[in-house]
């Protein structure tokens, strides 16, 4: 902000503060701040719109257009420009507002004259409360000083009408609200009943107008750095002393805590004439705009540190405690950063987030803790309050808000139930996942940190099936040396303790982005530049991991398998960058793998037609179901329309599926499936009757699936699936529920 802007807004805002303490009620305040910003403006025109109804946008009071249309004219979010800065959260300023895209004006309020149009969003903590507007008969461009001006008094205007001093006897889009049922995305497993507590702060600013700035700066200072030390003490805890990826995120956390470029920012809001905790909400909602028009998941993620962070120097700023949680917290937040989730651990039951994504910072910790957590859960923050009772069911990606008695008894009903079965399934736990016919089946686990190896010994898993590498390369500000690889690695093999663990290579693009490397812009970034295909052109990088892994099994056995293989070539030369780096190791007196396991993922429908000399040249193929499935029936996983209208138990795919049995079978490779299905009793069920020996899961499957797989004849089962596929039959699943319930297999 320029010297010019910051004067300018303190004019207005002493002003505006006078208008405060003078007599009347809040119509006749809103009267009086738009004669003051249009005077101060040099504008004809000055209307504020507050949301009224739900979506809607109404005027609540203006200077210049017609008084007989105030709470009357109104409009939609996204109509015309006034809705359409309420929906974006960002300004509009045309010197001709009628050519302007989106333009549409209301003739009840005669402002067809007006050409010239300058309007802010007045919104707190990135919540939208109305929109702010200036106009001129003539043409007139409104440079940036004036915009950033008429923001600073937006955000005043924002904190005067969440106070309720700009009621105007008429209420804000608020009203109680009835049952709500929120579908996000799973980040954490569990399940969870208690009440909610929301993380965003609610701190009232009696006066929001500054009147020392040099004064306000120290005192914004002072909370920094008082900030910056709680962060620095935080890493100094029990928890986070052994290292892990969870320790990681904490580090890059610190790292924009101590961020100058933020600090900059924040001390320009002063400047601009309000106090520190009106400048940290106006930089913390400028961030939070940014955040909803961002698709980079690296970029999201930072804002939403930055989020975090903006929390916890409010409450530094006010001297108020952070209300503690109750003991059955559900934490809701739009978005929460690692430290805040972690300095509550054992205090929260569940989490339900706006934002976040599953392999996101706060996910990381949360997995760590074993709270089940939601993210992605649009709207909860508004339609949630404080002590509202909640359901929160990691497993499926659905939180439920006041539930009536029903929805309640029956989700107590089923915890009991589960935690009966848990009981059933922690008694098979060291059972051999047998079938009554006596056919065994290997049940791995996945997993992907080292908070994850716990749940190897817990859930019976018989090793790692596959084990994500790109994990600790995601949750780092820099890319992890060879050293640190290496450590990670062998503290693997050792918490695995002897047990087979398959380590893939780095699998990113797609939706799985490094932070330190620039971002290719792809049409279908599912069928790009990804995977094996990114490793082979970064041969360095590539080289560096599989040194890493070498080093880590320090004479181990040693599992590696390649995502994404494309074509035998493409594992030609991954196999022989492995056994290059393996002879080079032992070259230097590093000592070699006791045995080395050279793998390779299906992903694509191609490798189910590859040569014979793939399948007799990879030690093991695992079908990675997730992707396979997606490509073999072009539907996108990722999209909620088409990614359920194909069923994993249609004979096209089971049929597929079963050639891939067929090739590995005849040329002697090991073959394993991997995925989602494979965590399914039904889909697991069905995939064994094709022929699959081995499944690689989620460790919280793994009991449902030994259960149900015990519990059944296999040749009962294969001969369902074949009459399913001779018959034409549009899926075998009728046919193996009905089955499996006969068995006494829950479904």
Not at 215 to 232: H, P, T, Y
Request: hydrophobic share 45%; glycine share 8%.
């Amino acid at each position: 902000m320029t010297p010019s802007a910051g004067v300018g807004s303190r004019a207005m805002l002493r002003r505006l503060r006078q208008v405060m303490a003078e007599p009347g009620d809040g119509q006749q305040r809103l009267d009086k701040i738009t004669q003051v910003i249009a005077t101060n403006m040099v504008a004809e025109v000055c209307s504020i719109y507050l949301r009224r109804e739900p979506g809607m946008l109404e005027l609540f009071a203006t200077e210049g257009l017609r008084k007989d249309a105030v709470h009357k004219a109104a409009l939609r979010i996204g109509e015309g420009l006034v809705g359409r800065i309420a929906e974006r959260a960002t300004p509009i300023a045309t010197d001709n507002a009628p050519a302007a895209p989106g333009f549409q004006y209301l003739p009840e309020t005669g402002e067809e004259v007006y050409r010239s149009f300058c309007g802010v969003p007045i919104q707190r903590l990135g919540k939208v409360l109305g929109v702010l507007v200036v106009q001129n008969t003539t043409q007139r461009t409104y440079d940036e000083d004036e915009v950033d001006a008429l923001e600073v008094v937006a955000m005043v205007i924002a904190e005067m009408a969440e106070s309720g001093a700009l009621s105007a006897g008429r209420e804000i889009e608020r009203g109680k609200r009835g049952p709500l049922t929120a579908r996000g995305v799973s980040a954490a497993d569990g399940a969870a009943v208690g009440h909610v507590h929301l993380h965003d702060p609610r701190i009232a600013i009696a006066n929001p107008i500054v009147d020392d700035v040099p004064r306000e700066r120290e005192r914004l200072r002072g909370a920094m750095v008082a900030l910056q030390g709680e962060v620095d003490r935080l890493l100094d805890t029990d928890l986070l002393k052994g290292g892990g990826e969870h320790r990681d995120v904490l580090e890059t956390y610190r790292m924009f805590a101590h961020d100058k470029g933020w600090l900059r920012r924040l001390d320009e809001a002063v400047a601009s004439g309000v106090v520190a905790e009106v400048a940290v909400e106006r930089v913390q909602s400028a961030a939070r705009a940014r955040m909803d028009r961002v698709a980079d998941p690296y970029l999201r993620e930072r804002l939403h540190d930055l989020d975090d962070l903006a929390n916890r120097l409010l409450r530094l700023l006010t001297g108020a405690e952070a209300t503690p949680p109750p003991e059955d917290a559900i934490l809701v937040a739009r978005s929460i950063g690692p430290a805040e989730l972690l300095e509550l651990a054992g205090r929260v039951r569940g989490v339900v987030m706006e934002e976040g994504s599953a392999g996101g910072h706060a996910a990381i910790v949360a997995r760590a803790l074993g709270v089940p957590m939601i993210v992605q859960a649009h709207g909860v923050v508004a339609e949630a309050e404080n002590g509202d009772r909640a359901i929160v069911d990691g497993d499926e990606g659905v939180a439920h808000f006041r539930p009536d008695a029903t929805v309640l008894d029956a989700f107590g009903e089923r915890l009991a139930l589960e935690a009966e079965t848990q009981a059933l399934y922690r008694s098979l736990r060291d059972l051999p996942a047998q079938t009554r016919d006596g056919v065994c089946v290997s049940l791995m686990m996945n997993a992907g940190l080292a908070t994850d190896m716990p749940s190897l010994a817990e859930s019976g898993a018989e090793g790692v099936g596959l084990y994500r590498t790109e994990l600790m390369f995601m949750v780092r500000a820099t890319m992890p040396g060879r050293d640190a690889q290496e450590a990670v690695y062998r503290r693997i093999l050792d918490e695995a303790a002897g047990r087979r663990v398959v380590f893939r290579t780095l699998d990113i693009g797609s939706d799985k982005i490094l932070p330190y490397m620039r971002r290719t812009e792809e049409d279908n970034p599912a069928m790009g530049w990804r995977a094996l295909r990114f490793g082979l052109d970064r041969p360095r990088l590539m080289t560096m991991q599989l040194q890493a892994l070498l080093r880590g099994a320090a004479g181990r056995p040693l599992s590696v398998m390649f995502p994404f293989v494309t074509t035998l070539e493409e594992f030609r030369k991954a196999r022989a960058l492995l056994l290059r780096e393996r002879d080079r190791q032992a070259a230097r007196g590093r000592p070699a793998p006791e045995r080395l396991e050279i793998g390779a993922m299906l992903e694509t429908p191609a490798m189910a037609h590859a040569p014979d000399a793939f399948f007799r040249e990879a030690d093991f193929i695992s079908v990675g179901g997730n992707d396979l499935k997606q490509f073999f029936f072009a539907a996108d996983r990722g999209n909620e329309r088409v990614r359920r209208r194909y069923d994993t138990l249609s004979p096209p795919y089971l049929a597929f599926l079963k050639r891939i049995v067929g090739r590995c079978a005849e040329n002697g490779a090991s073959l394993s499936f991997c995925g989602e299905s494979a965590g399914r009793p039904i889909e697991a069920l069905a995939l064994a009757a094709i022929g699959f020996r081995a499944f690689s899961m989620r460790p919280s499957a793994i009991g449902m699936v030994k259960r149900a797989l015990r519990a059944v004849d296999l040749s009962e089962a294969e001969a369902l699936v074949a009459a399913a596929v001779a018959g034409g039959d549009p899926t075998a699943r009728p046919a193996l529920t009905r089955y499996a319930q006969d068995c006494g297999v829950s479904i």
